[in-house]
């Protein structure tokens, strides 16, 4: 069969050594005789998994002995939009606008109290991350979205607030070295960087919680989650046993400075030959391009058909933009290789000298 370049936005390209450890556990796991699909949540098995991911998560991060919990829970980013907002708005939050997912995450915050947003790049379809914007001290948490897949843009730096900062990482998080300390909570659903859909990963700040006076239902309160080690329901096992062999994937590559190290080779490939081959023009502002998703599109429309056919004979999937920007969109997430944006750049510039 073909090598497929997959430059789905998610989900998305996962190691190749992670798909065939854990394709070999669904058969058996840890010489269990049993799937790991069907073995118990609380088998000691699971809960090891589940322990070691969470611990992963905190080692990479740099956030071990720092206060923060770390959470494998269901229900997407979406459903983080939402927890947010229960656990930690009072009165008054502040949001910066930069996407679809940032203006979803203020809806449902809307539903708990006042929503400031501090400034938003809407009135350029969100290709630019707002700067130089103030967020009020009198706020309960400023929330922001640290990378827009759909937009192709991403936050290089976070202010310094007076107020828990909170941020949606769904699409970047492991991608790059932050201080991660700066943040109070930091949410991700694991289909980007980590695993299959179906788990999200919560860091949280264990001092920021139960500020609140209203009475918060048990699967939306952290405490609860945190209480329990993220087993207050059953967990989806299969996809945090995944998460958890990327994250070993990852540690044993070096960690986030190596990943950092990688992905930036891959956007400066991609961005080079956007900037340089007349067919194409990028979409993002280019002090705001992300490393994650590179969103572009061709000069001439007439030449379409001709590019698709070439994508498709070079075995590159996924590359469609979203339709709210139109275009191409290469998401380079972790997993992906060089050689696979590398393929990318020679049919685009296979174009160039056809056209």
């Given at each position: ?53 969470r ?8 956030l ?27 009165n ?14 203020i809806?449902?915050a809307k539903?708990?109290g ?63 070295q ?25 860091i949280?700040?264990e ?5 609140v ?22 967990p989806a096992?299969f996809p ?28 400066k490939?991609i961005?080079?030959e ?5 067919l ?33 004979e ?6 469609n ?15 992906m ?10 049919v ?8």
């Amino acid at each position: 069969m073909k090598k497929k370049h997959n430059f789905s936005a998610g989900p998305c390209i996962l190691p190749q050594e992670v798909f065939q450890e854990s394709s070999q556990a669904i058969l058996d796991f840890n010489n269990s005789g049993l799937s790991i699909l069907e073995i118990s949540h609380r088998s000691k098995d699971f809960v090891d998994v589940m322990e070691e991911a969470r611990n992963l998560a905190l080692e990479l991060l740099g956030l071990e002995g720092k206060g923060y919990k770390a959470l494998f829970l269901q229900g997407g980013a979406s459903t983080q939009f939402l927890m947010t907002a229960y656990n930690l708005l009072q009165n008054k939050a502040a949001y910066l606008n930069t996407g679809t997912w940032s203006s979803k995450a203020i809806k449902e915050a809307k539903l708990f109290g006042e929503v400031l947003e501090v400034a938003s790049s809407k009135d350029q379809n969100f290709n630019y991350i707002p700067k130089g914007y103030t967020v009020p001290k009198d706020v309960d948490y400023f929330h922001c979205t640290s990378n827009n897949t759909i937009f192709g843009t991403q936050m290089k730096s976070f202010p310094d607030v007076d107020v828990p900062l909170v941020c949606d990482m769904s699409s970047d998080i492991f991608s790059r070295q932050l201080d991660f300390s700066k943040f109070d909570l930091i949410y991700a659903g694991a289909q980007k960087n980590m695993g299959p859909a179906g788990t999200t990963l919560i860091i949280v700040k264990e001092d920021i919680l139960g500020k609140v006076n209203r009475e918060i239902p048990s699967m939306m309160d952290y405490t609860v989650h945190i209480g329990k080690s993220s087993m207050f329901n059953t967990p989806a096992v299969f996809p945090v046993y995944v998460s958890m062999l990327t994250l070993r994937w990852l540690k044993n590559l070096g960690g986030i400075d190596k990943i950092q190290e990688q992905n930036e080779k891959k956007a400066k490939l991609i961005y080079s030959e956007i900037d340089i081959n007349p067919l194409f023009k990028g979409f993002a502002e280019k002090e705001d391009r992300s490393t994650m998703n590179a969103t572009f599109s061709l000069v001439n429309g007439d030449l379409t058909e001709t590019f698709n056919a070439m994508l498709a004979e070079a075995g590159i999937n996924g590359l469609n933009g979203h339709r709210s920007v139109g275009g191409y969109r290469a998401s380079m997430y972790n997993a992906m290789a060089k050689d696979s944006v590398s393929t990318l750049v020679e049919v685009m510039s296979d174009l160039e000298r056809k056209a």
